[in-house]
């Protein structure tokens, strides 16, 4: 089963989800804002892809911090006491494949590969 995490308001989720709707792909969503982040999934995440490139450098919540949280957002603990506390500092969405593998971000020539 495909898991796709994310928030149902951000751009990429909602063209992530239609897309994988328009093909015809079951997906399970989980919303970061109403179910939180699963500390288990953000551990399996940052083992796979790496801190930096779940940590959304480019948002209006990055932009927002002040200069001693992004200061502490250093290191692979540092980014995931952030991303905890602040889950929209995930890039998104973040997918669990049907093959174990994860991706943080919306692709379709990579998604189209993978489904």
């Known amino acids: 089963m495909i898991i796709l995490y994310g928030i149902p308001n951000c751009d990429t989720v909602k063209k992530a989800r239609a897309w994988l709707g328009a093909q015809g792909v ?3 969503f989980h919303d ?5 982040v699963p500390e288990a999934a ?3 995440w940052l083992a ?3 801190w930096e490139a779940l940590v959304n450098r480019k948002g ?3 932009r927002g911090l002040d200069d001693a949280t992004r200061a502490a ?3 692979a603990a540092g980014a995931r006491r952030a991303l ?3 889950p929209s500092l995930i890039k998104r969405p973040v997918v669990q494949w ?3 593998a994860f991706t943080a971000g919306f692709d379709a020539a990579d998604w189209q590969r993978r489904v």
Request: aromatic share 8%; no cysteine; hydrophobic share 50%.
């Open 84 to 86: 905890l506390a602040q």
């Open 42 to 44: 953000l551990d399996a």
């Open 26 to 28: 079951a997906h399970a």
């Open 48 to 50: 796979a892809l790496g």
């Open 32 to 36: 970061f804002k109403k179910q939180g």
């Open 98 to 100: 049907a093959d174990g």
């Open 60 to 62: 209006t919540t990055w």
């Open 73 to 75: 957002v250093a290191d």
